[in-house]
């Protein structure tokens, strides 16, 4: 199985950066989702590493070290509206099919 | 439109009274999957499918029924629904193998069992 951690909360300001991370442990690591989830509704995709560095997508870029079991979510000009929780997942192909195991999420509060 | 619908989107029912909680996705996905979501807890999965007639146990699969007759759609189903499972349900549904797209997720349904 995988073990997958990431800090429980974080509180940044409007217009700062902030990093979010994302440690794993995986047996056949196959790639690493992250996901935006506002209160009450459905996750969406956010952003997909396989290999090793900088994924980069407008404000949001998302880096993976496999050797390390590390990821983090780089959020530039924070928002309000980035106020939500981040949902780190891992895919590990000795999983049956696609499954993918999620992480506990990390609730960002942006404060004006 | 690409979706996963999922429906209703809130219930309040009583103890033991059965309810089924319909999932339908559009996209020919063969991998469909349920999970519940608790404060503090997380996604958790309950049951998936990855075909027709074909489903098996998540990590909290006790109190849950499912089935996949057709592709397309995936029941949740509680035969006598229990207050410890009100909760936010989520179904999603993703195509097989490896690739950068992820799960496909139904807007979710808040559930309360009184």
């Known amino acids: 199985g995988q073990n997958i951690d990431q800090p429980t909360e974080m509180t940044a300001t409007e217009g700062a950066i902030v990093q979010i991370n994302c440690t794993y442990q995986t047996s056949g690591f196959n790639g690493l989702f992250w996901y935006q989830q506002h209160a009450g509704e459905a996750p969406t995709f956010l952003s997909y590493n396989v290999l090793d560095g900088l994924e980069e997508k407008g404000r949001f870029s998302s880096f993976l070290s496999r050797s390390k079991g590390y990821s983090y979510l780089l959020l530039k000009e924070l928002q309000m509206k980035d106020s939500a929780s981040y949902l780190c997942?891992?895919?590990?192909?000795?999983?049956?099919?696609?499954?993918?195991?999620f992480g506990g999420g990390t609730r960002l509060m942006v404060k004006p | 439109e690409a979706q996963v619908t999922q429906n209703p989107r809130y219930l309040i029912t009583v103890t033991g009274k059965k309810l089924t909680v319909t999932c339908s996705q559009n996209?020919?996905?063969?991998?469909m999957s349920w999970y519940r979501q608790d404060p503090g807890l997380g996604l958790r999965q309950i049951y998936y499918?990855?075909?027709?007639?074909?489903?098996d146990k998540g990590d909290v699969p006790e109190g849950y029924k499912v089935s996949r007759k057709e592709k397309r759609n995936f029941p949740l189903i509680l035969e006598s629904p229990s207050p410890n499972q009100t909760s936010l349900y989520f179904c999603?549904?993703?195509?097989?193998?490896?690739?950068?797209?992820?799960?496909?997720f139904g807007s979710g349904t808040r559930l309360t069992v009184v």
């Open positions: 999603a549904s993703s195509p097989l193998g490896t690739g950068d797209y992820g799960y496909t």
């Open positions: 499918s990855m075909n027709v007639e074909v489903t």
């Open positions: 997942a891992v895919r590990d192909s000795n999983n049956a099919g696609n499954m993918l195991t």
């Open positions: 996209m020919n996905h063969e991998y």
